[in-house]
Each structure stands twice: as C-alpha cells, then as structure tokens.
C-alpha cells in the first residue's frame, strides 16, 4: 500500500510559475514509477508526465514539454512538478499516481496503468 498526498496547487497568473509536490508513504514508495495526471471540468484524466523510479527517465504530454518539469527525491520519497509558462488551459485537478514498474515507461501515459492515486491539488491559471 502506498499513499500519495500532492501539495503546492494555487492560483496564479499566466506566464507564472507554481512547483507540486507529492509525498509518498508507505511500502518501497522509491521503487514505484511516478506520473502526474490532471483533470479539467468535464474532461477526462489526462496525462502530464511519468518519471522512473531512478528518477532517470520520464515521458511529458506535448502540451507541456518544454513548460513543465518532474523530479523525484527518493530519499524524500518525494516526486516534483515544476511548471512555468503556465497558461489557462493548464487549469485543472493536478493528481500524482504510483505503481510498479511493469512495462516499459511509453506504457506509463495512461492512468489504466497507475494503482495508487493522491486525492489532487487545484491548480488554477488566471487569464
């Protein structure tokens, strides 16, 4: 069992910048795949970014590549989401989510693959 509790959501003005955090308690949380989905109102739960265990490798959504930046700390056990350039349509329910690593990291993108989920943080970008 794993807990994820996100942290950091806000409002802010386009073009600013807002840093999320997710902690992780629980069994081995360090070894897990970590991924950062978000879910607007109306919409369905889309993807943002999945980082490795090692913190080595991740996968962004085109929509924030370049803007948005994910981190882990695993002596923290602690994974981060750095967004700049934020604009209005990043507006939404940021969730962090957790599982074992599987598959291959492309397999990561879909929240199908994620067990563990955070009960999310708004985050809310003013025109």
């Known amino acids: 069992q794993v807990t994820l509790v996100e942290s950091g959501g806000g409002l802010v003005q386009a073009g600013g910048s807002l840093r999320l955090s997710c902690a992780a308690s629980g069994r081995t949380p360090s070894s897990y795949i970590m991924g950062w989905f978000r879910q607007a109102p109306g919409k369905e739960r889309d993807f943002v970014v999945a980082?490795?265990?090692?913190?080595?490798?991740?996968r962004y959504a085109d929509s924030v590549k370049g803007r948005f930046t994910a981190s882990r700390d695993n002596a923290k056990n602690t994974v981060y989401l750095q967004m700049d350039s934020l604009k209005p349509e990043d507006t939404a329910v940021y969730y962090c989510?957790?599982?074992?690593?599987?598959?291959?990291?492309?397999?990561?993108?879909?929240?199908?693959?994620?067990?563990?989920w955070g009960q999310g943080t708004q985050v809310t970008v003013s025109s």
């Open positions: 980082i490795s265990s090692s913190g080595g490798d991740t």
């Open positions: 989510a957790a599982d074992r690593t599987y598959s291959s990291m492309n397999s990561y993108t879909t929240p199908l693959m994620y067990l563990y």
